[in-house]
């Protein structure tokens, strides 16, 4: 029992390993993209990069719901959006000292993050989530996206074109293999795991698959915080929580009904209020100060320690 445990999880960060690779390649690859079609930073920050580092979270979403697994999805929504709050902003505050919030992020990004979140909880208040759901969810993306490309952009956030594209598509498309036999192989041993160790596969799910998805955005805006590009680190939390509920568990849903479990509904659900709730606070003044990074870092703990069962 103890070699087939050691196996599964093995096989659970090999995957996670090959899935925040992939997720890598592709997010740098359409961000080439969108610079050459002339986006600004910001814009790409807050849509293509976002959505290229979710695409771990829709991968896995899709895979599992697929499989039959129904609960996953909103398990993994739930998890790494937390876990983007939590843990992503956390170490990006105290990595650069103070993280500066642009107005264009409070007047823009903000708002949408905090409808999204709402939006989510309310389809919730039922325990599932039904593709009518998700089409509403899907279109509040749209009306997301279209808005923030619709923005002028800041001469300070115009960065140099890349000469050709031609490179990027062809590791957009591989990357995108990649992702989805990572993430064939995340979901599995993932089950796998929690059958064996007789646990909710949502703990498994919140902790293990939510900080792998989530990698991605904490390798992007830690880089990005520390070349002093602010406005695409926080721009990739935001764009990425919002693109989770609205995106991830759009999509997931047209497969089938989403579920919400036990763990996700007793712990998973309070948290992302409270984390969600935080975020806004701390950010709401233009700047998250270091000591707000470690207060964030602190609750992800409390969160992780409460889904374990320490107390």
């Known amino acids: ?10 096989v659970l960060f090999v995957s996670l390993f090959f899935l925040v690779k992939s997720a890598d390649y592709f997010t740098d690859a359409a961000e080439k993209i969108g610079l050459y079609l002339g986006l600004s930073s910001f814009i790409v920050g807050a849509t293509i990069v976002s959505v290229g580092s979710s695409m771990p979270e829709l991968a896995t979403s899709v895979l599992a719901v697929m499989g039959g697994k129904t609960s996953f999805a909103l398990e993994n929504v739930i998890g790494s959006n937390i876990a983007n709050c939590l843990l992503v902003g956390g170490v990006c505050a105290i990595v650069v000292g103070t993280l500066k919030v642009k107005q264009k992020l409070i007047d823009v990004d903000l708002p949408f993050f905090f409808i999204s979140s709402a939006l989510f909880l309310l389809f919730l ?27 002028p952009a800041d001469p300070a956030d115009l960065v140099k074109k890349p000469k050709s594209i031609k490179k990027p598509i062809l590791i957009l498309v591989a990357s995108s293999l990649g992702i989805y036999f990572a993430a064939k192989y995340t979901v599995n041993s993932v089950l796998e795991v929690a059958d064996i160790l007789k646990i909710e596969s949502g703990i498994v799910t919140m902790i293990a698959v939510a900080i792998g998805t989530s990698l991605p955005e904490l ?20 764009g990425s929580n919002t693109f989770n509920v609205l995106g991830v568990a759009g999509v997931a849903s047209f497969f089938a009904d989403l579920e919400i479990s036990t763990a996700a509904l007793k712990i998973g659900i309070p948290f992302f209020i409270v984390t969600s709730l935080a975020f806004i606070f701390v950010s709401h003044d233009d700047e998250i100060k270091k000591w707000e990074g470690m207060a964030l870092l602190l609750v992800y703990v409390a969160f992780c320690g409460k889904l374990v069962g320490l107390f």
């Open 1 to 10: 029992m103890m070699g087939e445990i050691l196996l599964w999880v093995a």
């Open 125 to 151: 208040l039922d325990g599932k989530f039904t593709y009518i759901e998700g089409i509403l969810s899907l279109i509040l993306l749209l009306i997301f996206v279209f808005y923030t490309i619709s923005i």
């Open 219 to 238: 390798i992007v805006s830690v880089r990005a915080a520390k070349a002093g590009k602010h406005s695409i680190a926080l721009g990739n939390i935001f």
